[in-house]
T-cell receptor, first 114, second 113 residues
Framework: NAGVMQNPRHLVRRRGQEARLRCSPMKGHSHVYWYRQLPEEGLKFMVYLQKENIIDESGMPKERFSAEFPKEGPSILRIQQVVRGDSAAYFCASSPPGSSYEQYFGPGTRLTVT | GNSVTQMEGPVTLSEEAFLTINCTYT??????LFWYVQYPGEGLQLLLKATKADDKGSNKGFEATYRKETTSFHLEKGSVQVSDSAVYFC????????????FGSGTKLNVKP
């Protein structure tokens, strides 16, 4: 059983460009979570999604950030008009139905904004 | 609110030394507590967990005891190996809001042969 997959692993964007980060959950998992890790800090919750639904987006910045988890395909975290402060590692986690307290993490995408 | 504080690193030890990484927490409900490990270039892996007070989580020689009276969940290992070199994260999931994990800032462990 493959683990949580994230791509790309490294992404470089210039200020003002868009960044798209993808996450494929583990097989059988229908819950996806996105976390951000700023340099020298712990992971901070951003958003929790189930298929075609955003359940909790209380950690998402109000502007420029959006997330989706379509019926088919990976979950996408989209950052529009990136700024240098968006440079961070973005981690995706997934959990099976009914077991949100056990989250399995992907390797992360390291976004660098130049 | 919920938060996790863990000791800053890096921690550098010689092989076979005793390891302690301190972790304390605040929580509004009844948290479950976790230790995750991140090896270079990889994602976070669950190392151990404890879901109620006085529970002891253990795995691969690591252990941590959920201490409600001191709000702590310190990670220990009696004899570290070079292969234990990694970043360790303490985390909690609160019963009032169990979909979110709250993480400490991570402690880097370097074990020298």
């Amino acid at each position: 059983n493959a683990g949580v997959m994230q791509n790309p692993r490294h992404l470089v964007r210039r200020r003002g460009q868009e960044a798209r980060l993808r996450c494929s959950p583990m097989k059988g998992h229908s819950h996806v979570y996105w976390y951000r890790q700023l340099p020298e800090e712990g992971l901070k919750f951003m958003v929790y999604l189930q298929k075609e639904n955003i359940i909790d987006e209380s950690g998402m910045p109000k502007e420029r950030f959006s997330a989706e988890f379509p019926k088919e395909g990976p979950s996408i975290l989209r950052i529009q008009q990136v700024v240098r402060g968006d440079s961070a590692a973005y981690f995706c986690a997934s959990s099976p139905p009914g077991s949100s307290y056990e989250q399995y993490f992907g390797p992360g995408t390291r976004l660098t904004v130049t | 609110g919920n938060s996790v504080t863990q000791m800053e690193g890096p921690v550098t030890l010689s092989e076979e030394a005793f390891l302690t990484i301190n972790c304390t927490y605040t929580a509004t409900g009844y948290p479950s507590l976790f230790w995750y490990v991140q090896y270079p270039g990889e994602g976070l892996q669950l190392l151990l967990k404890a879901t109620k007070a006085d529970d002891k989580g253990s795995n691969k020689g690591f252990e941590a005891t959920y201490r409600k009276e001191t709000t702590s969940f310190h990670l220990e290992k009696g004899s570290v190996q070079v292969s234990d070199s990694a970043v360790y994260f303490c985390a909690l999931s609160d019963s009032n809001d169990f979909n979110k994990f709250y993480f400490g800032s991570g402690t880097k462990l370097n074990v020298k042969p």
